[in-house]
């Protein structure tokens, strides 16, 4: 039924852009928008989407003008549509300027509530009427709902409008049997729709313009499913085009006609798309000026970061198809990609087959394109836009200034030569970062079956992504150390023993190779769900105390495996934005179990800091506060006043980088780009964005939810081919956006932890810093001249937040200046701060001096000694030969089993501690002892065998964390 109706309601539009129902204006123009409330949270968006852009066949060009008319400006529109209601009422000059405006020719339609709104409210509507000269008194409401007539059957706005069939029968619209919100009107307005008092819908007249009413909200119509024929969303579409207002083809064809008149047969330009509709990016203006268009890109990078650089390409002559060619000078070749934005071949759908379908949204490799062709691509008509993309990465690219250049060759004969200028600073951004970012609403992958979550982690890592998610943790394939049964047939056999408290010793290795894969991948956090749920302990037939004793032990052993491969932050989680009533029936007995289970939770909830007392109750349990990004500020502003505390060690984290629903995809990069600035600008230090893959919902209907509703999923990414496991995913532009912002606000907090310390150090190096740290303050604030602006407004309420302003040029820019304070910084960076090494939190350099010393007999420890050198500069001491272990403080790290390496055995005995495959830590480990007599602190890196020896070898890299050590020489 869906889906015939939108098509209907293409159909109607597209007769509308065709055919002479009724005159247009002479000089067509935009559609004004006003509203405030429920107008603007939800009427605004729905008119936008079901009737000025019901189809890219007919875009009607509208600017949003907020809660207030714009009456300074009205001259610059067609139509002034204004939505239930307004912030404020208007003043008599302003009825004035309104009035003389439709006397001129100008039209308004007024929805719901918006006539008492603007004349402020029932009381002062009921003293003086300001909207007299336009037909109408008041609003008239009715308690009840009432059933209204059709008095002007023939009047052009109901054309089109009624099956006539079923009025003859008798059987009329559910809306017009329901009306509540009406206009009392005076004689210069006809009641088209209506009581036999009172306008539900109104027309009149006034001089060359027109005042409508319409009492119903679209939105309340289509929410009850009022309205199934759509007969009022035609009454809508009647008005708006007799408005006459300018459409995106309209505005299109006359920048043709102009850039006809020129030379160029190519328009290059990098303006992001004004929002991502159903079917696809719309511009408004739909091409570019002349300003607009550009000669050359550039971007400014550090070491070990990404960006991606959009470039919009329209024929103004037919050009036929491209073929692509990089010339990347010096840059290194596989660290540049060019990708085109497409929609990819949809995935079957069984549950809903109708709703399979795909967008223009994804940045797909040209190999990958429905049309193939590897180095093609096909050109649209003249006119029309096509999106490509320069992904560029730098990790392991030497600072420095490179030239590349896109060329493109079209079949027609033209060509096109685009320099590409890279600026490569002496900055890198480490794999572990300052602000940490995790992929939310996912599951992308099975831990007992991980190839087909390879392609996942390849383009989580890819983001700077650092978290990974543990979906399961299934009884059936996990084991017990000494059984060959499987864990869930254990506990079922050793029920008395459990009853005792006496448990096995879990073996996790069939988990093994998703951590590998994990871990490799750079994600080396961890949150999972409650890891007890597949234990089936009611079954086993113990009590709530047993079961509890159960729950409590098998999550310490889940904790101990994880610690094994090296992970420190994994936390559980358990609801979403529960309320207090929630969290206190549900989530306080669980958090206190899984304390005490050795487990940190998220907090599942945000209040910001409204309720201090329960943020201080839940405090100690919290590891990693989850929080709502329109409620984080208050909460930061709660922690710096003193109401509450986090506990030690706590990380300050948001979820969320938009909607939260299937439209981000749609959303160009710039909007992504803003999460990374934000979160700096708070002191945020962890971010989890959403939803990056809910296999769930790969397709779903939204219907009018979200910005354009419409057809969408729940994904930042796409799969190119579902089946081959080895074609990766396509991303979408926010995701782009999310890491390149995310980079940004990462160099941005390198930059304030140097600076903090150069302050300090006193002298030169503290004047030094003062300078930058002004500097720094003009890049990101609510000045007009900040680079990347912002301006305090109101979310969820009361609450105050910092809304960023900034395009996607100017987080460009202030990009740019936070590396170029950095180069500033550098020599005296360098000279007064030395760099420290960790593995996790246990120190390995300290202050450019080494504190630990690698112990490997047989095996070969270089991978270890290399990453240390890359990330710090220092080259960690090695030791031959030891048996016993050394009592000085310090750090040891010991490879090779106790087979292969006898001071591992003399750990492994001291400790009271098994090898690899004796512990059920599976095929390796990286074990953390501590001696408790202020010795040295101690890493053992083994596996059961030299092969998987050389897997724990080169896991151990991916915890190491480096501080002080960004800067690298200049070239």
């Known amino acids: 039924m869906k889906t015939h109706l939108r098509l209907l309601r293409a159909a109607l539009f597209a007769g509308i852009a065709c055919g002479a129902a009724f005159p247009a204006c002479a000089q067509p123009k935009p559609v004004a928008l006003v509203a405030s409330s429920y107008g603007r949270n939800y009427e605004l968006k729905v008119l936008i989407n079901n009737v000025l852009l019901a189809s890219k066949a007919r875009e009607i060009q509208y600017d949003d003008r907020g809660e207030e008319v714009p009456v300074a400006d009205l001259d610059k529109y067609s139509l002034l549509i204004v939505a239930t209601a307004v912030k404020a009422p208007m003043d008599d000059a302003g009825f004035a300027k309104l009035e003389a405006w439709v006397r001129r020719g100008g039209h308004l339609l007024l929805i719901h509530g918006a006539p008492n709104a603007l004349m402020g409210g029932a009381a002062e509507a009921a003293k003086k009427s300001r909207l007299a000269w336009g037909g109408i008194v008041r609003n008239a409401y009715a308690r009840q709902p009432v059933e209204c007539e059709i008095h002007a059957p023939d009047h052009p706005m109901l054309r089109g409008v009624f099956d006539e069939a079923a009025l003859k029968a008798g059987r009329k619209p559910e809306w017009m049997l329901r009306a509540n919100m009406l206009a009392a009107p005076t004689g210069e307005m006809q009641n088209l729709i209506g009581t036999a008092k009172d306008c539900l819908v109104g027309f009149a007249q006034v001089d060359q313009g027109w005042v409508a009413y319409l009492g119903h909200e679209l939105f309340r119509l289509r929410n009850a499913k009022a309205d199934p024929e759509e007969s009022w969303l035609r009454i809508l579409a009647n008005l708006v085009n007799d408005a006459g207002p300018s459409t995106s083809a309209e505005a299109r064809a006359a920048q043709m006609a102009a850039a006809g008149k020129g030379a160029q047969k190519l328009l290059v330009w990098t303006r992001e798309w004004t929002r991502g509709e159903r079917y696809g990016p719309r511009f408004d203006p739909p091409l570019p000026d002349a300003k607009e268009c550009v000669a050359r890109l550039e971007a400014d990078l550090a070491v070990d970061e990404g960006e991606s650089l959009q470039v919009n390409l329209t024929p103004v002559v037919p050009l036929g198809d491209a073929v692509w060619r990089l010339d990347p000078g010096a840059f290194p070749a596989e660290r540049i990609e060019f990708l085109v934005q497409d929609a990819p071949a949809p995935i079957p759908w069984p549950k809903r087959p109708e709703i399979a379908r795909e967008f223009p949204y994804w940045l797909i490799p040209p190999k990958f394109l429905k049309t193939g062709g590897g180095k093609a691509f096909p050109m649209p008509p003249p006119g029309e836009t096509r999106i490509v993309w320069l992904r560029v990465a730098t990790r392991g690219v030497r600072p420095g200034a490179y030239a590349v250049t896109l060329h493109l060759d079209f079949a027609e004969g033209e060509k096109l030569a685009l320099p590409v200028r890279l600026t490569v600073h002496p900055v890198r951004l480490t794999d572990k970062r300052l602000i940490t970012l995790g992929a939310a609403g996912q599951v992308y992958g099975d831990v007992n079956h991980p190839p087909p979550a390879l392609r996942f982690a390849r383009d989580l890592e890819a983001h700077g992504v650092e978290w990974s998610l543990m979906n399961v943790f299934r009884a059936s394939t996990l084991g017990a150390v000494g059984e060959t049964a499987p864990l869930d047939q254990v506990l079922a056999a050793r029920k008395e023993q459990l009853q005792k408290g006496e448990f096995p010793r879990v073996d996790f290795a069939a988990l093994d190779p998703w951590m590998e894969q994990a871990i490799g991948h750079n994600l080396t956090r961890f949150k999972t769900h409650d890891m007890t749920e597949s234990l089936g302990l009611k079954k086993l037939g113990l009590d709530e105390a047993q079961q509890r004793a159960v729950r409590i032990w098998f999550r310490r052993e889940v904790a101990r495996y994880l610690r094994d491969k090296g992970v420190r932050v994994m936390v559980a989680s358990s609801g979403d934005e529960l309320s207090e009533a929630e969290l206190r029936a549900r989530y306080f007995p669980w958090a206190k179990e899984m304390s005490e289970s050795g487990w940190g939770v998220t907090s599942s909830f945000s209040f910001g800091d409204t309720k201090p007392d329960l943020i201080k109750e839940m405090a100690p349990y919290v590891a990693l506060?989850?929080?709502?990004?329109?409620?984080?500020?208050?909460?930061?502003?709660?922690?710096?006043?003193?109401?509450?505390?986090?506990?030690?060690?706590?990380?300050?984290?948001?979820?969320?980088?938009?909607?939260?629903?299937?439209?981000?995809?749609?959303?160009?990069?710039?909007?992504?780009?803003?999460?990374?600035?934000?979160?700096?600008?708070?002191?945020?230090?962890?971010?989890?964005?959403?939803?990056?893959?809910?296999?769930?919902?790969?397709?779903?209907?939204?219907?009018?939810?979200?910005?354009?509703?419409?057809?969408?999923?729940?994904?930042?990414?796409?799969?190119?081919?579902?089946?081959?496991?080895?074609?990766?995913?396509?991303?979408?532009?926010?995701?782009?956006?999310?890491?390149?912002?995310?980079?940004?606000?990462?160099?941005?907090?390198?930059?304030?932890?140097?600076?903090?310390?150069?302050?300090?150090?006193g002298g030169a190096a503290a004047a030094k810093a003062a300078a930058a740290r002004a500097e720094l303050a003009r890049v990101m604030s609510d000045a007009p001249d900040a680079l990347v602006r912002w301006e305090t407004a109101i979310s969820y309420g009361s609450n105050k937040v910092r809304k960023i302003l900034a395009a996607n040029e100017d987080f460009r820019k202030g990009k740019r200046k936070v590396l170029e304070i950095l180069d500033a910084i550098r020599p005296e960076a360098r000279a007064a701060i030395r760099p420290s090494l960790s593995w996790n939190d246990v120190p390995l350099v300290t202050n450019g001096v080494a504190c630990a010393a690698i112990f490997a007999e047989t095996e070969d420890a270089q991978p270890i000694l290399d990453a240390a050198h890359r990330l710090c500069g220092i080259r960690l001491p090695v030791g031959k030969g030891a048996e016993s272990l050394p009592s000085k403080p310090g750090t040891l790290i010991v490879v090779g089993n106790a087979k292969r390496n006898p001071l591992t055995r003399a750990i492994l005995d001291r400790f009271k501690s098994g090898d690899a495959g004796a512990e059920g830590s599976g095929r390796w480990y990286l074990r953390e002892f501590a001696d408790q007599a202020a010795g040295p602190r101690i890493l053992v890196v083994a596996g059961v065998d030299a092969e998987a020896t050389r897997t724990a070898v080169a896991l151990f890299g991916r915890f190491l964390r480096a501080e002080g050590a960004w800067f690298l020489e200049a070239p």
């Not at 409620?631 to 979820?655: D, E, H, N």
């Not at 909607?659 to 749609?666: A, D, F, L, N, V």
């Open 625 to 761: 506060w989850t929080l709502n990004r329109g409620l984080m500020p208050s909460f930061v502003m709660g922690l710096r006043a003193g109401k509450f505390a986090m506990r030690p060690g706590a990380i300050l984290g948001t979820y969320g980088a938009g909607e939260g629903r299937g439209s981000e995809h749609r959303k160009p990069l710039g909007l992504g780009r803003a999460l990374g600035w934000e979160s700096w600008m708070w002191g945020v230090r962890d971010c989890a964005v959403n939803p990056y893959f809910k296999s769930w919902l790969y397709y779903a209907d939204y219907g009018d939810s979200g910005q354009a509703g419409g057809i969408a999923g729940e994904r930042f990414v796409s799969y190119l081919d579902r089946d081959n496991l080895e074609a990766p995913v396509a991303d979408c532009p926010f995701w782009e956006g999310v890491r390149d912002g995310m980079e940004e606000g990462n160099l941005a907090a390198i930059l304030d932890w140097y600076l903090d310390r150069l302050e300090k150090a």
